[in-house]
Nanobody
Framework: QVQLVESGGGLEQAGGSLRLSCAAS????????MGWFRQAPGKEREFVAA????????YYKDSMKDRFTISRDNAKNTVYLQMNSLKPEDTAVYYC??????????????????WGQGTQVTVSS
């Protein structure tokens, strides 16, 4: 059973930075495209970024690609999300998981792991 543990969230002022981590245990994700999602209060979970199995290609939601950077360390079974120039609208719980692309949209891979507990990011103005 794969477990995903997100960490690194917290309270940050607008314009600040945070680095999120997501560690997988129980199964390697080295062959998987991994991604980050976020869910703000009262809103649906949305795609943030994805990175292919060897880190050569990354993908972002348009509104985040100039501020966020996704990376991975397969040896550590960990994926990261560096978030810069944070805005109050970035406030959300952030989750990672293996992802698949269907047309132009990204979604959780159905056969890798359940959602973890996420990590809360709160950006104050």
């Amino acid at each position: 059973q794969v477990q995903l543990v997100e960490s690194g969230g917290g309270l940050e002022q607008a314009g600040g930075s945070l680095r999120l981590s997501c560690a997988a245990s129980g199964r390697t994700f080295s062959g998987r495209t991994m991604g980050w999602f976020r869910q703000a209060p009262g809103k649906e979970r949305e795609f943030v970024a994805a990175i292919n199995w060897n880190g050569a290609h990354s993908y972002y939601k348009d509104s985040m690609k100039d501020r966020f950077t996704i990376s991975r360390d397969n040896a550590k079974n960990t994926v990261y999300l560096q978030m810069n120039s944070l805005k109050p609208e970035d406030t959300a719980v952030y989750y990672c998981n293996a992802v698949i692309q269907d047309g132009g949209s990204w979604s959780r891979s159905p056969n890798f792991a359940a959602w973890g507990q996420g990590t809360q990011v709160t950006v104050s103005s």
